[in-house]
């Protein structure tokens, strides 16, 4: 751990304990630096990851404050997991969830989008009716299997911010992150091996283990630090893991970052027990804090993690265009590449290339991360005033997903049922699960917040918990 | 067999016995008609199907003359396949195929894109301009995971021209052809499982039969009339087939349209057997007879046929659109299409949806199905005028793809080797079969020939085989 980061912990506690009360001026940064022997930025750099964690507010000229506007709920709990590898159930909330969008009308709380509405990204639209036009036709042709050098290239640069220096040689473009994930589980894995993964953890990578035959071994993940490194380790002595699959950057669902050393000691597991880690870092970019998290995948020397990620969360899902550095795995890549689609398309790869290029990804980016962030503290407040008391979220600190725990006693299912008539729609908690555990949790989208349309949406959902609660 | 077909038959082989020399005017219409009992319009339409295959011409009013200006050389001989499943290899001459149009200046013969430079396919490009530019952004959202209705609309009303009557709600849009078959063989077999193939047969689909760990099992398939009923069954009595995986309309590599009665008695055994089929429908619109044949699938009355397709060999193979009718298959194939790319591109969808109602689709097929069978003469003529005499070449229905077969000496790898130093490339046999058989076989493109460019080269090829032939 960080300076800043024991630092800030140390402080959150005190917060959480109520040794400073909600409201109350904090001790300023010169008196910490002195009282830790610490620098000032070190300080300033705990206090910010404290305002991450919507602990502190800043004011300006007057110093650090404890959050007033609301006591924060707890976080939701650390799921007990069996600890034994388990068929993949889900598909069928999956599908019901992914197929449901055809419902006029409907308000979606739940879905992966992010907001595409901001003009800074509108010369997207444009770098894509400059492809259509060229006169060599370009977008027509096939393209590599490997995809556009011109993407590639802008790819390996962005991911230095990550703390990777990365050949473009050494990267796939793929159709979205979904077939990234794809192409590693299956360079990596055979028919009836186990996967360790984080729990809760993004579905699709999940379906994906079952699509293949594999089995899923649902390790306990803390909401703030993310999959605990003691119980993978026992996992691993006890089970012949195959690789382990995890998002640890702005996780989806829970929203953390997973601090550095753990991010190290997951690999230096992975090293002693050789096997893979398949890290998702779609949501990566979207990191509250500057500069951007680093991925496992920066730490790696020998080729064992392969790192998938698209722009399907920072740009736009549908023009399904992700990437997989897949480590020393290139040539197994490549095969599961070419039998899964051939070729990427050419279009959006040329048109996001020059996007990226021209300057507008850096920029995109800072307003929608601005936003996003803004937007947590609304949907979080909103969640506080009109969910019952007890309720349990998740502390993002990037993208644009809250992880919402109910009473034990509620089925998020059933609550999607109830809410159908309504024209409303979340997440349900169990399609996050290998064997279908959160059944009391669901996944709310806090990237576009419209007052008028989601305020009175997420009142409802309150006021349907409530009546659940009530009839038992 | 329909009695056009068998009078076709009938006629070939007396032409290609001799009977009637090259030049000579062959029987009229009305004589043939008296003499064989059929109609009028029946004499004409084996006549067109003569002129197909290159053994007639029609000269403006004096009637039907045994093509003069060449003699046709033979047809590629029947493989006579060992009879049992193999592990399929070869990756690494796809992979060498596929990686190598890096190389500047390369003269490609035997790729599969076809010609993209014609104004008919202007449309599209407009089409990909104005949905870029639609307000409502419609391109950039997640569309549905069975794909936009107004495609599969689209594509419903196509298939009809092969004989199909289907749902929209039946079809599911996938990333390319490629992402179709991928689609379909994971829908039905397992890791393990033996498929039955046509052979030689598409390499893409080959590839992923070895990607998920079955076996191959080629069936020795005719260059004319397709994959053998009579080898097949016995292959069906002996193993435990689980699909037969093949290209019924315009082949590739061979050219070859099944005929009706072929394909019914296919079906009937895979009834028999309780097996699916995976029909790759990739070239079926541009066959150079009208109406196009009828596929398979339009046959199929308990869902037990996969009907694979895309636009890349009709309109444009980099923008990746394709689709799968999976027939009583749907649930799985909407599991192996999420977990593979998740919801297909919305852009492309949208604009080729627009073209197709526009009506610019079945121009554009007029056009290039016209150049096509225009180029395959001149193609076939350069072979027969440059290769060394004994070569055999197909007799294509359809699309833009010859296959060649040298002397048995010939080693078209090393050929292509030869051919380095000269930028110029051939698409080798043995990509074409699970076991590297082929191996004196070539497939070359004649989409758009242009005779500064593709002549000397076809010369040159021609050279290097003569000078191979000489070395031993
Ligand atoms: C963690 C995670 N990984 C991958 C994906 C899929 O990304 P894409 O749309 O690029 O396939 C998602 C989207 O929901 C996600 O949440
Ligand atoms: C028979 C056949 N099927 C499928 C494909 C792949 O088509 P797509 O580019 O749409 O994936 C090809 C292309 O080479 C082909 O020849």
Redesign the interface.
Known sequence: MNRYEHLANVLGERIEQGLYPSGQRLPSVRMLSNEHGVSVSTVQQAYRMLEDRLLVEARPKSGYFVSASKRLPGLPAVCRTPQRPVDISQ?DQ??AQ??S??IPGMIALG???PD??LPS?RP??RA??KV??RTD??????????GSKELRDQIARLMIDSGSSIDAENLVIT??C??AL?IAI?SVC??GDIVAVDSPSFH?AM??L????MKALEIPTDPVTGISIEALEMALEQWPIKAIQLTPNCNNPLGYNMPDERKKALLRLAQCYDIAIIEDDVYGDLAYQYPRPATIYSFDDDGRVLLCSSF?KTL?????MGWIAPGRYRDRA???K???????????QLAIADFIKEGYYQTHLRRIRQQYQQNLCVMTDWVIRYFPEGVRVSRPQGGFLLWVELDEKIDTQKLNRLLEPEKIQISVGSIFSASGKYRNCLRLNYSQLDEKIHEPAIKRVGEVIHQMMENG
Chains 1, 2 share one sequence.
């Open positions: 598909w999956v599908l992914i197929t969008r055809v879905g992966g989008t595409l509405t990204l997207l639209s894509l009716v259509a036009q036709l370009s977008a027509l042709y096939y393209d590599l299997i490997d159709t979205g979904h077939e794809s299956r055979e028919f699709g379906q994906t079952k699509g293949f035959g399907s736009a899902p549908g023009l399904r490549l095969h599961m070419y039998i899964g689609t051939g070729a990427s398309a050419t279009h959006p």
